[in-house]
């Protein structure tokens, strides 16, 4: 099992910057993939960002060039940096690692961008 715990949501200006973090209770150096997902009310959860255990990342069309995701493997941990933030990034992100064919998902970390 993989227990994932995710923190440094909050409220932001728009222009604004954030940094997530999300950390395993476990070592992520054989985690296949992990990686943030959001959900916006009324809205599906999509994925955000991914990193692989290679360290190939992956991104939203939306959010290419202002967030980038990171890990430290020796503190089992993600990161989200997002920077030029928009209202419509506002949503619970959720932070997923994948391993073995199964997702694990943190409990979500609000996200509010204000215009």
């Known amino acids: 099992q993989v227990q994932l715990v995710e923190s440094g949501g909050g409220l932001v200006q728009a222009g604004g910057s954030l940094r997530p973090s999300c950390i395993a209770f476990r070592s992520i150096f054989s985690i296949d993939a992990m990686g943030w997902y959001r959900q916006a009310p009324g809205k599906q959860r999509e994925l955000v960002a991914t990193i692989r255990r290679g360290g190939t990342t992956n991104y939203l069309d939306s959010v290419k060039g202002r967030f980038t995701i990171s890990r430290d493997i020796a503190k089992n941990t993600i990161y989200l940096q997002m920077n030029s933030l928009k209202p419509e990034d506002t949503a619970v992100y959720y932070c997923?690692?994948?391993?073995?064919?199964?997702?694990?998902w943190g409990e979500g970390t609000q996200v509010t961008v204000s215009s």
């Open positions: 997923n690692a994948e391993t073995n064919r199964i997702n694990y």
